[in-house]
Structures are given as structure tokens and as C-alpha cells.
């Protein structure tokens, strides 16, 4: 079965702590990993993208990276600002990408 | 703003009742997804268009029936639903048949009551 799981399940750090959040996936045979954004009621912002071929992917203060053969992903955020509390959810790509299955999501926040 | 539209924001239905979701999309995307979401869980995938042909059904009840009538728009038409139905439903688009590198951009969703 193909399973996302994403640790820890919530957080809180003051501002401009560098942290990590960490996504695992059962299936290795993955096209890709999304990083998403959700703030409260809304739907989903797309962060990174990585492409089952590469190992990681930056934007802004941002760095996503993959490692297939262990399951594994992680997203850094460097200078943690307020504005960056959200939920932040991994989705591993399957079935060309079509099919996406996403963790549970940590939820970040930021403390001025 | 999103690029994805989706509408009505906010939807209360009977039990008996039909009703439909609308999502529209003006990127020339060619593939579409309808996503539910309970409260403080992850989006759950329910269907995916590609080419206005429905390519996967994740074993949906048939009270829900997908319809993709041009590349830019997906609907959810709503039929004898359950309270256990709602939710906030989301839609999402990604460039094509090539998915592999494309990212999926989601709509804000309908949040869906059952009386």
C-alpha cells in the first residue's frame, strides 16, 4: 500500500530559526514529490517539485530534497518568519504523476 | 488569486437533494482533479481527467459523478449525499499528459454541509 507519513506533526519555533520538516513514502517507484502550503480554509499553494531523476530543488529560502532509495524527503526553511506558519504537506506522484498521495501535514508556527 | 476557480465557495444541501461543483481553470491545462478534504486531514485523491477523459477513479461512491465537458472546466455533480460527505472539496489542474515535472495548482474549494 502506498502510504505518505510526514514527522513531526506539529511545531513551533521563534523567528528566524532554520528547521526541517520530514516526509517518508513506502513506494520508491515514485515520478515525483510535492511540497505544499495550506493556510487555514484555503486549498493548497505548490512549493517545490522533485523529479524522481533529481535529489533536490531550491526556492528562495526554501530547499527540498529527495532520496529514493531510503523513502525519504526533507523540506528546509531557512530564517523562519511569522508569515511561513502554515500547514506544510508532502504528496508523493505516482501513476505518471496523476495519482498523489499526501501525508498528514505538519503544522508550523512561527513565533514573532 | 488563484488561478483555479472554484464555485460555489460554500454549499449546504439536503440529504435529497442534487446540486453541482464547478471548477474552471484558464491555463491550458489538460488535466483535472477532484480532491475531498476532512478537517485536519490531508486531501484524499476521488478522481482525475486527463484529455477530458477520466483516467482514474479512486473507488468513489456513485452519489458522486464527475463530468469534464471541455479542457477548462470539471465538474461535481452531487446526488443523495451523506452527512459523512462533507467536507471541503478541491480541485487542481497540471499541464498534461507529461505530469512527471508538473506541479498540480489548487483551487480555494467548496466547502460542502449535509443537513
Known amino acids: 500500500k502506498q502510504e505518505v507519513t510526514q514527522i513531526p506533526a506539529a511545531l513551533s519555533v521563534p523567528e528566524g530559526e532554520n528547521l526541517v520538516l520530514n516526509c517518508s513514502f513506502t513506494?520508491?517507484?515514485?515520478?515525483?514529490l510535492q511540497w505544499f502550503r495550506q493556510d487555514p480554509g484555503k486549498g493548497l499553494t505548490s512549493l517545490l517539485l522533485?523529479?524522481?531523476?533529481?535529489r533536490e530543488q531550491t526556492s528562495g529560502r526554501l530547499n527540498a530534497s529527495l532520496d529514493k532509495s531510503s523513502g525519504r524527503s526533507t523540506l528546509y526553511i531557512a530564517a523562519s518568519q511569522p508569515g511561513d506558519s502554515a500547514t506544510y504537506l508532502c504528496?508523493?506522484?505516482?501513476?505518471?504523476?496523476?495519482?498523489?498521495?499526501f501525508g498528514a501535514g505538519t503544522r508550523l508556527f512561527v513565533k514573532a | 488569486d488563484t488561478e483555479v476557480t472554484q464555485t460555489p465557495k460554500h454549499l449546504v444541501m439536503g440529504m435529497t437533494n442534487k446540486k453541482s461543483l464547478k471548477c474552471e481553470q484558464h491555463?491550458?491545462?489538460?488535466?483535472m482533479y477532484w480532491y475531498k478534504q476532512k478537517a485536519k486531514k490531508p486531501p484524499e485523491l476521488m478522481f482525475v481527467?486527463?484529455?477530458?477523459?477520466?483516467?482514474i477513479n479512486e473507488s468513489v461512491p456513485s452519489r458522486f459523478s464527475p463530468e469534464c465537458p471541455n479542457s477548462s472546466l470539471l465538474n461535481l455533480h452531487l446526488h443523495a449525499l451523506q452527512p459523512e460527505d462533507s467536507a471541503l472539496y478541491l480541485c487542481?489542474?497540471?499541464?498534461?499528459?507529461?505530469?512527471?515535472?508538473?506541479?498540480?495548482?489548487f483551487g480555494d474549494g467548496t466547502r460542502l454541509s449535509i443537513l
Open positions: 487542481a489542474s497540471s499541464r498534461g499528459q507529461d505530469n512527471s515535472n508538473q506541479p498540480q495548482h
Open positions: 513506494d520508491s517507484a515514485i515520478y515525483n
Open positions: 522533485i523529479q524522481s531523476s533529481q
Open positions: 504528496a508523493g506522484g505516482y501513476t505518471g504523476g496523476f495519482k498523489t498521495i
Open positions: 491555463m491550458g491545462h489538460r488535466a
Open positions: 481527467y486527463s484529455y477530458e477523459k477520466l483516467s
